[in-house]
């Protein structure tokens, strides 16, 4: 057949994952309990239909099963996070031994099925022990976290070739200390750029480690959720906002990650306004020497902003929504369900930026994915016939193409995600697998996009 897109030889076709969100046994085989355990007993209101995440997707008894599945539908790689309270139940100290022998079985497994592990470190899930020393807001943590990651990289780094340090750290910034949709529920922006900061003083240090170690053809990166800021119009005040929330929401994880330095421009705002975080005596050293070699970039939809429409209340605590307000664009296609904006040419628009303004960066689309609600109503004979989900895809993967054949530097795609999971207080409301899952019986059935996806992938293009 002849192919109208076709992709580079060995790009990655694959999915994402992350340890909370799949595993189950939440409180099995020695696992220490994370935040999400805990926020869950304090508060189980604040999740979906009230399910938490105790036993979630159950990949913890049904990897071989998902992996063999991931073969079938032609993976060549895939993404799950280590949960560092099951690796160290207390997130310092002892190493639990089951921990190591289930995660050394899942990384053996995917070989065997000819798809590559690229292991994330982090995926928003502090240990509860060392939330309560402060978690990021804490150096001691930051000390934990690289204990942590090197330990990761002893125990896998023979087989493990592709590390990332964390997934989205702006997310527990975001949701744990700016707009409360994360424990712990603080609002406090002084606190949010020390724990923003911290974050990538622990990831420098995980980079600092892993090069160290000298694994041989091993790279190390950092997957973040980049969201182009577009601004209503050319008009200097748009453009300013836009600027500003890009320096915020973008440029505050992307700089100091590949190009090892904060935007100055962010520095003095922040200064400005008495928000800088405290530093240490090394660290802008740290930061430069210890860049990522590959760069994880998650899309899902774009950040449009406009000027703001009034001052903000000099009684409100500081925000970076001081600055802009969000501008819903008429006309735009959105997915009702998550209540986002569908905008594929966004994946182009990124990876033109990486190329022109960061040197090209070895890259790959880590996440991308479409949450829909109620995906039973999409069953004829036995399957979910998800074709916006295929459509979705397809979109954005043509522009990817286009980005490629610009000179980007792009490797790969991964969905968000290989089977329907458990989200962060969204439970299963929407919907994103290949595979569903039966909350009850914890069975997989392949949707419709699982064989076209196996198409895409074994043709390597569409």
């Not at 470190?121 to 976290?145: C, I, N, T």
């Not at 100091?256 to 802008?284: C, F, K, M, N, R």
């Not at 760069?295 to 600055?323: C, H, I, T």
Request: with cysteine; glycine share 8%.
């Amino acid at each position: 057949m002849s192919l109208q897109y076709r992709f580079p030889e060995g790009f990655w076709w694959g999915s994402a994952a992350s340890a909370t969100q799949t595993e189950g046994a939440a409180s099995d085989g020695g696992k220490g309990k994370n935040i999400w355990d805990y926020w869950y007993q304090q508060q189980p209101n604040r999740f979906f239909e009230e399910v938490g995440p105790e036993t979630t997707s159950d990949f913890y008894h049904k990897y071989k099963e998902d992996i063999q599945l991931m073969n079938q539908i032609g993976h060549n790689s895939f993404r799950p996070s280590i949960s560092w309270s099951r690796l160290i139940p207390s997130g310092t100290g002892e190493v639990n031994q089951e921990a190591v022998d289930f995660y050394n079985n899942v990384i053996d497994e995917l070989i065997a099925n000819d798809v590559e592990p690229f292991i994330n470190l982090f995926h928003f899930d502090m240990p509860l022990e060392l939330q309560e020393k402060g978690g990021w807001e804490s150096r001691e943590v930051v000390e934990a976290y690289t204990v942590y990651a090197k330990t990761c990289f002893e125990l896998f780094g023979d087989r493990v070739k592709k590390w990332f340090t964390f997934n989205e750290p702006i997310v527990p910034v975001e949701g744990g200390y700016l707009y409360d949709f994360h424990y712990p529920n603080v609002v406090d922006a002084k606190k949010a750029f020390q724990v923003a900061y911290n974050t990538m003083i622990a990831h420098a240090k995980a980079v600092k480690e892993f090069k160290s170690l000298d694994v041989k053809d091993g790279k190390i990166g950092i997957i973040l959720n980049l969201t182009p800021s577009y601004p209503r119009s050319q008009n200097p005040a748009d453009l300013k906002a836009s600027h500003i929330a890009d320096l915020f929401f973008n440029r505050s994880f992307l700089d100091p990650a590949v190009l090892g330095e904060y935007p100055q421009e962010l520095i003095d705002l922040l200064q400005e306004h008495g928000q800088l975080p405290s530093t240490v005596t090394g660290d802008a050293e740290l930061l430069k020497n210890n860049t990522v070699d590959l760069l994880g970039v998650n899309y899902y939809q774009p950040r449009r902003v406009k000027a703001k429409e009034s001052l903000p209340n000099p009684y409100s605590p500081f925000m970076p929504d001081w600055f802009f307000d969000n501008y819903e664009m008429p006309g735009r296609k959105m997915n009702i369900y998550r209540g986002w904006e569908i905008y594929e040419k966004g994946i182009y628009d990124i990876m033109i930026n990486l190329k022109e303004n960061y040197g090209n960066i070895e890259s790959f689309i880590s996440e991308n994915g479409m949450g829909v609600q109620d995906e039973a109503r999409f069953i004829k004979d036995g399957r979910i016939e998800d074709d916006y989900r295929i459509e979705f895809i397809q979109g954005h993967l043509k522009w990817l193409y286009k980005a490629i054949e610009e000179g980007c530097n792009a490797r790969g795609y991964h969905l968000w995600t290989f089977m329907d999971n458990w989200s962060w207080s969204n439970a299963y409301k929407n919907r994103y697998g290949f595979f569903s899952v039966d909350i009850e019986t914890k069975e997989r059935t392949a949707k419709k996009s699982a064989s076209w996806f196996a198409d895409v992938s074994n043709n390597n293009g569409f």
